[in-house]
């Protein structure tokens, strides 16, 4: 005796509360609105979501500063995310260690003062603690230009959507929008984005990066992290770019530590000092 097939049109156990198609694409499209919205205007905008973006923007939003990341990628953490050659461990010398205790991120000393974490590790925890920290994100967009005010101060960002860059010239009339903001901080790595805007416009000289060396760069990073411009503040290897100074490879410590006082320079230039950091509760991503 042949069995019965299976009903198809029988419904099957639900386990998920029932939804359609459009209230997915309603939820998405208002709650990006209203996160957009809320960031055209803000204290900070931070180009570049590498470690030392995403520390600076950890430390100011801890304090109370409204800042949003914007980031040309569709990830945020840069070369965190995988450290040297392919290999997903990063080192960190000290005291830079000392970030990544606070972050709870496990290490191991590989010779006298010098740390290797694993790399997924110390990016994913870094992001998520900026996140919880309150930080905006607005991932895949770039950094075309800059907003300036009266004196040649820098007061924004102009942005466009990433892959309009890789659309042919003749179909890529893709009018870009701008986001307001007390200050920017350049936090593009080596291309120095934010800055190379105002040297095409003979507002800032660009040194170019130096050659590796590790014993010197990490030191300098930190030593020249600050106000390139008015209303701009430099951070990680655009310090580099900018200064002329050598580069230190895959090792992080500078990254970090540039991060920590790009945001104490800006926390002064908003007329803010240094308080004990305070949790965000709902932070949001564009």
């Not at 007061?155 to 990433?162: D, E, K």
């Amino acid at each position: 005796m042949m069995q019965k097939g299976k009903d198809m049109s029988e419904s099957p156990k639900r386990l998920f509360h029932e939804t359609s198609e459009k209230d997915v694409t309603r939820a998405i499209v208002r709650s990006f609105a209203q996160a957009f919205d809320s960031c055209v205007e803000s204290d900070v905008v931070i180009a570049g979501a590498g470690p030392s973006g995403l520390l600076c923007a950890k430390r100011l939003a801890e304090r109370g500063v409204k800042v949003l990341v914007v980031e040309r990628n569709n990830y945020l953490g840069g070369g965190f995310w995988i450290g040297g050659y392919l290999m997903n461990k990063v080192t960190v010398r000290a005291p830079a260690h000392q970030v990544l205790d606070e972050l709870g991120v496990p290490y191991e000393e590989a010779a006298e003062g010098l740390y290797v974490a694993d790399a997924p590790h110390a990016c994913s925890r870094l992001i998520a603690a900026a996140c919880d920290a309150g930080v905006a994100f607005a991932n895949m967009t770039s950094v075309e230009d800059v907003v300036l005010r009266e004196e040649g101060r820098v007061a924004g960002v102009v942005i466009n959507w990433t892959p309009v860059q890789s659309l042919p010239r003749q179909i890529t009339c893709v009018d870009p929008v701008a986001l307001e903001s007390k200050v920017v901080v350049d936090a593009t790595g080596h291309e120095a984005h934010v800055a190379c805007a105002l040297a095409r416009r003979g507002m800032l000289e660009l040194r170019g990066e130096g050659p590796m060396w590790v014993a010197r760069s990490e030191d300098a990073v930190v030593e020249r992290t600050g106000e390139v411009h008015p209303g701009l503040v430099a951070i990680g290897m655009a310090v580099s770019a900018i200064h002329g100074l050598p580069r230190m490879g895959p090792t992080f410590g500078a990254m970090l530590l540039s991060g920590h006082k790009g945001a104490e320079v800006t926390l002064s230039l908003l007329g803010r000092e240094s308080k004990e950091p305070r949790k965000q509760e709902h932070p949001v991503s564009v």
